[in-house]
């Protein structure tokens, strides 16, 4: 970057942090317009080169982590949580590392497992922490937050079975005293490539009968990674937060064989019945290329019988609740979903 294109992006995000004053995030917009913040945020990630150019998977990731580092230095600071520690969780597939958060007070409270985004090759604890923290404080939930093993590295299954070792381990009241958590509220969820992961959570927990989950809840899931071609995947493809492009990528890393596309837990959409699966809280993003992924999944679930609340976050793109300190729509549109999640607990 040169000092004209540094000046460049320094405007841009002083801009950005300009509107924080404003009141328009207090505004509905119609559907069709693009946050103001948000706009601004996709200028400064459009003057950014592509990450899926790289020699390396560990030069990506490099990437990734700077971006994210570099967000945070235009953020506010984190949300202020009283227990936050790191253990690991033993399987018959090795340890998993997983970050613990609980909110004062006796309990017993909600527990949530999240699984994060980031294509099931990026992302982990540090990373993942901003959001857990505000889950925790906002929906007074002791969230366990999981580091499942990434592609390619460890292709599919290998991160899926992580993810769902973490929820089974989370299930068992003497792991959830620890955490002072209620075993029979417990939620699985997470966002974009988490989502996906919580909703094949959900399926295997219906074949096998595993502990009962309360709440899945589904932040702009990949659904049907089978399925590059529709309406939301045509209209949205020049955003550079998430494009068909970038999609494609991210599923070769993680499944490797196309034959896995198919497979319900990589694709929960094919899944051959929806019924009695745990309700779901579903989030979609307007500007987002998984959109019809989300919103398709929702009606399925619905026409299975499944209680689902679906809301489009209007306005905003992919990957808006990693960016709801800097965009503040997203931070509107991120406590409601937390608001909804912990009334259906409650």
């Known amino acids: 970057m040169n000092i004209t294109e540094a000046l ?4 841009l995000l002083t801009r950005l942090r300009a509107l924080n004053y404003s009141k328009q995030h207090r505004k509905e917009l119609p559907g069709g317009v693009l946050d103001p913040q948000m706009k601004l945020l996709t200028q400064v990630l459009d003057r950014q080169p592509p990450m899926f ?4 998977i560990e030069q990506v990731r490099a990437d990734f ?17 009283p227990n936050v520690w790191n253990q690991t969780i033993k399987t018959e597939h090795g340890a998993i590392p997983i970050r613990c958060y609980m909110p004062a007070g006796d309990g017993p409270f909600p527990i949530f497992v999240y699984y994060h985004g980031g294509g099931w090759v990026l992302g982990n604890l540090d990373l993942a922490d901003n959001f857990a923290r505000s889950l925790c404080h906002y929906g ?3 969230v366990i937050s999981v580091s499942y093993r990434l592609a390619p590295e460890h292709s599919f299954p290998m991160g899926f079975e992580d993810c769902y070792a973490a929820y089974l381990w989370a299930a068992d009241p003497q792991n959830a005293v620890s955490v002072r958590g209620d ?7 997470g966002d974009s490539a988490g989502g996906n992961l919580a909703a094949a959570v959900c399926l ?11 709440q899945q809840v589904l932040i702009y899931p990949a659904t049907n990674l089978a399925d590059l071609d529709s309406p939301s995947y045509e209209h949205y493809n020049h955003f550079s937060i998430l494009s068909r492009n970038a999609m494609r990528w991210y ?4 499944l490797g064989d196309q034959a896995n596309q198919t497979n319900p837990l990589a694709s929960p959409a094919l899944a051959e019945s929806h019924a009695d699966l745990p309700p779901a809280v579903i989030m979609t993003a307007e500007f987002d290329v998984l959109r019809d992924d989300g919103e398709n999944y929702a009606e399925t679930l619905k026409a299975a019988g499944v209680d689902t609340l679906l809301i489009r976050a ?11 300190e800097m965009v503040k729509r997203a931070d509107v549109y991120t406590k409601l979903l937390m608001e909804k999640v912990r009334d259906r607990v409650s």
């Open 8 to 11: 460049q992006m320094t405007w």
């Open 53 to 56: 150019g790289r020699a390396s």
């Open 65 to 81: 982590s700077l971006n994210m580092v570099l967000y945070r230095k235009f953020s506010g600071p984190v949300v202020a949580v």
């Open 140 to 142: 007074n939930m002791a």
């Open 183 to 189: 075993v029979n509220r417990l939620i699985v969820g």
């Open 204 to 214: 295997k927990a219906r074949e096998e009968n595993g502990p009962r989950i309360a």
């Open 251 to 254: 599923i070769h890393q993680y």
């Open 314 to 324: 209007n306005g905003l793109t992919h990957g808006f609740i990693s960016q709801r």
